[in-house]
C-alpha cells in the first residue's frame, strides 16, 4: 500500500509566508498605493480591498483545501488585482508611474508566483521510498579532446557575425543585416556541435563527385543571385 505524501493541512509556516510576503509587497507597490491618491473612485479602492482579502483568505484555508486556496489564492486575487488597475484608468499612465516603484513591483509578482509552487515529494511504501538510490549514470561516450577548441572556435565566429552586424548604419539596412547575421551564428553553432560530435568517430566519406553533386544546386542558386547583384549594383 502506498502511503500519501505529507498532508496539506501539515504545511509548515515558512510555505505560507513565501506567498504572503511577496503577495502583500506586490499589492501594496502596484494596488494599494495606487488606489490611496487623492481623488481615486471608491470603485479601484473596494476591488483593491477585495484583492487583499482573497489573498489573506487564500492563505488561511490553504492548509485545508489546498485547491480552493490556490483558486482564491491565483486566479481571484491576481483579477480583482487587474480589474483595479482597469478602473484606475488614466491614473496609471506612463506620466504618472514612478519606475523604480513599478520594476519592485514587477519583481514582487514574480517572486509571488513562485511562491506558490511546491517540490513534488515521490511516494513511499511500507515506509521505504520506492525509488532506491544507485550508481551515478555513466555516459555512453566521452567528448573527444578536440571537441573543446571546435565548441570554443565556433562560439566566437557566431559572436563575430552577431558584432558584425552592428557596423550598419542604415536603418534600412539594419534589420536585414541583423538577421542574416543571427542566421549565420545558427549555421556556425549547428556546424559545430556537429563536427565537435563527430571527433573521434570514424566517417566514411562520399567521392568528390557525389560531393559535388550534392552542392550543384545550390551552388547554382548562388551563383545565379551573385549575378543578380553585379547587374543591379552596374546599373543603380
Not at 501594496?28 to 482573497?54: C, H, I, Q, Y
Request: hydrophobic letters at 55%; proline letters at 6%.
Amino acid at each position: 500500500m502506498i502511503a500519501s505524501a505529507e498532508p496539506p493541512e501539515t504545511l509548515p509556516l515558512t510555505e505560507r509566508t513565501r506567498v504572503l510576503l511577496p503577495g502583500l509587497y506586490a499589492w501594496l507597490l502596484t494596488v494599494g498605493l495606487p488606489v490611496m491618491a487623492r481623488g481615486v473612485r471608491s470603485g479601484p479602492r473596494f476591488t483593491a480591498a477585495l484583492a487583499l482579502v482573497t489573498l489573506l483568505l487564500a492563505l488561511s484555508i490553504v492548509g485545508q483545501r489546498l485547491a480552493v486556496a490556490r483558486a482564491l489564492g491565483i486566479y481571484l486575487f491576481v483579477f480583482c488585482s487587474a480589474l483595479t488597475w482597469a478602473l484606475l484608468g488614466s491614473d496609471l499612465s506612463p506620466a504618472h508611474l514612478d519606475r523604480v516603484r513599478t520594476a519592485l513591483g514587477t519583481l514582487g509578482w514574480v517572486l509571488y508566483a513562485f511562491g506558490w509552487g511546491r517540490v513534488r515529494t515521490l511516494p513511499e511504501a511500507a515506509g521505504e521510498p520506492q525509488i532506491g538510490p544507485g550508481a551515478p549514470l555513466v555516459p555512453r561516450a566521452r567528448l573527444h579532446t578536440r571537441a573543446v577548441p571546435i565548441v570554443a572556435f565556433s562560439v566566437c565566429t557566431a559572436l563575430v557575425c552577431e558584432g558584425l552586424a552592428f557596423r550598419v548604419d542604415r536603418p534600412e539596412h539594419a534589420v536585414l543585416a541583423h538577421g542574416a547575421a543571427a542566421a549565420c551564428a545558427l549555421l556556425v553553432l549547428s556546424a559545430g556541435s556537429r563536427i565537435a560530435l563527430a571527433q573521434g568517430t570514424r566517417v566514411e566519406l562520399a567521392s568528390g563527385a557525389q560531393r559535388l553533386n550534392a552542392v550543384a544546386l545550390r551552388g547554382a542558386l548562388l551563383a545565379v543571385l551573385f549575378a543578380v547583384g553585379l547587374v543591379w549594383a552596374a546599373l543603380k
